[in-house]
């Protein structure tokens, strides 16, 4: 009798296997205000954790007989002899890139489709969202094997990947699981050092902003008691892309109290950016950033029920107005 597999967990055993999550923020840090309190496992899962073995003869063979195929609509079509297995993961160059070379470090854009080897279900597929997922090209942000068959190719590669993992069937009990993604790299982004473009007449009753030669914001609270609204105040109107609720954002930043002005944390001090979703942070973020330009600045001022509300973080206690100079460095 065959046992029966739920395509949900599937997919989820294959994503967290190849890394496939998009870009977060600084993940390890918990006392970013940026971050959302309601996290994923799946999300934060280490996809460097488990080491890969090598693929046997057997093992290319099984992917080399699997023909990419262009359907009409655009998204690739996987079509093999089922079932088809592997042993541990594998790849192949079908279409070689003829753009700008992945280097460590870089932000890459890719689509990518995967199908379960058992019957060729599709468990996962960006290419008919119409929107790229980005990641960066870290060793230990992305799976060992994801990172071994991207880095170094060109922009425009076609790349299949073929993977075995453990998965729950419907009691409950692991199984092993083969699938196999096609993954197009379709672009790198290459963020700005610093906000550039027009620069905006300051507003009266918030707060003022002082940069240093180095970008670097400081903040002068003024007297008063703290806007009831979200404030989304440029400072610099950039004139790149509209950032999108659902971007991945590469920005500096840092964030004040309005309460007393002490500073509770800031990428600046830490001499990196941060790259987070608009989907995984506090609602002042995802509304004050969403509309905005990549290249600008701005003063976000966000009530507590827009931050942590009631909420006590480290350094923020509970029922905080938030100030916070971001640099809008890239939106992926």
């Known amino acids: 009798m065959r046992t029966t597999r739920t395509t949900t967990a599937v997919a989820m055993g294959a994503i967290a296997l190849l890394g496939l999550t998009a870009c977060s923020s600084d993940a390890g840090d918990e006392a970013d205000p940026t971050a959302s309190a309601n996290t994923s496992t799946e999300a934060n899962a280490d996809p460097s954790a488990a080491a890969v073995a090598e693929p046997t003869e057997e093992d290319i063979a099984a992917v080399d007989s699997i023909e990419w195929t262009e359907g009409e609509d655009g998204v690739p079509a996987l079509e093999f002899e089922q079932p088809l297995t592997v042993s541990t993961t594998v790849d192949r160059v079908v279409t070689e890139g003829d753009g700008e070379t992945l280097e460590d470090g870089a932000y890459v854009n ?3 489709i995967g199908f379960d080897g058992a019957d060729g279900a599709v468990l996962y597929d ?3 969202t119409g929107s790229t997922q980005a990641y ?10 994801l990172y071994d068959a991207l880095i170094g190719q060109q922009v425009g590669a076609q790349i299949l990947i073929g993977e075995t993992y453990e998965a729950p ?8 699981v083969s699938s196999f993604t096609a993954v197009t790299v379709e672009s790198i982004t290459t963020p700005l050092e610093r906000a550039e473009g027009t620069a905006v007449d300051p507003v009266d009753g918030l707060p003022v902003v002082t940069l240093d030669d180095a970008g670097k914001p400081s903040v002068e609270i003024p007297d008063g008691d703290a806007p009831t609204d979200l404030v989304a105040q440029p400072l610099i109107e950039g004139d790149g892309a509209t ?8 920005v500096n930043y840092s964030g004040w109290l309005w309460e007393d002005g002490s500073q509770f944390d800031s990428s600046w001090e830490r001499g990196e950016p941060s790259q987070f979703s608009l989907q995984g942070v506090i609602p002042g973020w995802t509304q004050g950033l969403a509309g905005q330009t990549v ?12 931050g942590y509300g009631d909420e006590d973080r480290d350094g923020i206690p509970a029922g905080s107005t938030l100030v916070f100079v971001v640099d809008i460095l890239a939106a992926l």
């Open 126 to 128: 960006t290419y008919s």
């Open 136 to 145: 960066q090209l870290t060793e230990g942000a992305i799976a060992p094997s």
């Open 110 to 112: 890719l689509n990518y």
């Open 243 to 250: 950032v999108e609720e659902d971007n991945v954002l590469i």
């Open 295 to 306: 290249g600008s600045q701005v003063l976000l001022v966000v009530p507590s029920e827009l």
């Open 169 to 176: 069937d419907e009691a409950g009990e692991p199984i092993d």
